[in-house]
């Protein structure tokens, strides 16, 4: 057969991903800190966006800064031929930090263990780290506690008056900035400026502080400091859905998730649905399968709750998500195999929105998007010639 000619498979699902609206909602996202510098975090592949596609349309929008998680991450950027500056946060002992020295990757230190493994590393590679330090200004996940945090910068400037590291930054991160009047913020305002004067005690002069998340950077302008790190809201969803929906920040949601109806077929009353029967039909109906489930990432606690538009309207998941598809009861109304059924988009279309998503299974939009798996290709739309 002439391959050239062939039609190419339809695809079973897709998650679709708007590239242009990313870069229009980081330039949204730098006009609510404009004296701040901009790292796009990219983590988890992205929020489950595409880790390399994302971070290119962000550097294309002025981001300055990508941010990683894992070390993996951000050597996996150098990889694609990422250049700029990359952050990394999350180490264990003996991660590869020598590996990250040699990429030019800024490394984050929240502890002696850590500083004695740069430090090492550095003078493995026979070059000086990027060394950013992290305070737990009241999280109390990573980061140096308060009580050690003198003797750490003391500790990093002693190493990079001997040349093995030079610290870039000094940050933190909040634990309630979503909920803008919760007394911690105040609280780990003060703790971050604490730590910021003791680091010049120590005789640290950091290119960057920050301390502002995607909430940060939306409502708390006093916490912007020298760089702003937007994650979820990069991605066009709200951080503070009690406040606002995205359009009332600028933003654009970038993932549709979609697939196209596996089975449609007319069933009589009474006619138990999906693992356990918790629905039966109460007479006859038309159901129609969507090849989508738990295995994709579709929340199993969608269960008789999740919205979904088919054939023009808003349904609920019928019964139980499955690990590769579930049922939506049409009623009255009719559909065929192959047509669309959207689960989450930007709801211009009349179609449920990641938020829809998260309240019906009682989780959080962040979640929704970062979830959905490996399966579902990835198709970028928006894309810079």
């Not at 962000?58 to 990508?66: K, M, P, R, V």
């Not at 406040?243 to 009474?270: C, E, H, Q, W, Y």
């Amino acid at each position: 057969m002439d391959t050239d000619s062939a039609v190419a498979p339809a695809l079973r699902a897709t998650a679709r991903i708007d590239l242009a609206a990313l870069r229009s909602n980081v330039t949204a996202l730098r006009a609510h800190a404009p004296g701040a510098a901009f790292m796009a975090v990219v983590k988890a592949d992205a929020y489950g966006h595409g880790m390399v596609a994302c971070a290119r349309a962000a550097q294309q929008a002025g981001a300055e800064w990508l941010g990683a998680a894992t070390p993996q991450e951000a050597l996996a950027l150098r990889a694609a031929g990422l250049g700029g500056r990359v952050l990394c946060w999350l180490w264990t002992p003996g991660g590869p930090w020598q590996e990250c020295v040699e990429a030019d990757i800024d490394v984050t230190v929240s502890a002696r263990w850590a500083l004695d493994e740069v430090v090492a590393a550095a003078r493995a590679a026979h070059r000086t780290a990027r060394v950013q330090l992290k305070i737990d200004a009241g999280l109390g996940r990573n980061g140096a506690q308060p009580a050690d945090w003198p003797d750490l910068t003391r500790a990093a400037r002693a190493a990079e008056r001997a040349g093995a590291i030079r610290v870039t930054g000094v940050w933190s991160h909040f634990s309630c900035a979503d909920e803008p009047d919760h007394p911690s913020i105040a609280r780990e305002l003060d703790v971050f400026r604490t730590a910021l004067a003791q680091a010049a005690e120590a005789g640290l002069d950091p290119e960057v502080r920050h301390l502002a998340n995607s909430p940060g950077t939306l409502t708390l302008p006093e916490a912007h400091f020298d760089l702003v790190r937007p994650g979820v809201a990069m991605y066009g969803i709200s951080p503070v859905p009690q406040i606002g929906g995205p359009a009332d920040f600028g933003l654009r949601p970038v993932m549709t998730l979609a697939a196209r109806l596996a089975s449609v077929k007319r069933v009589p009353g009474n006619h138990g649905v999906s693992y356990g029967h918790m629905y039966v039909t109460p007479g006859e109906t038309t159901l129609a399968l969507v090849p989508l489930g738990y295995g994709d990432g579709v929340p199993r606690h969608a269960s008789g709750s999740g919205p979904v538009l088919v054939a023009g309207k808003w349904r609920t998941v019928a019964g139980r998500v499955a690990m590769d598809q579930f049922v939506v009861d049409l009623g009255g109304d009719t559909a065929a195999p192959g047509d669309e059924a959207v689960l989450f988009g930007p709801g211009d279309a009349g179609e449920p929105t990641a938020e829809d998503w998260a309240r019906a299974c009682g989780t959080i939009a962040y979640e929704i998007v970062t979830r959905i798996g490996p399966r579902v290709p990835r198709v970028y739309v928006g894309e810079v010639a």
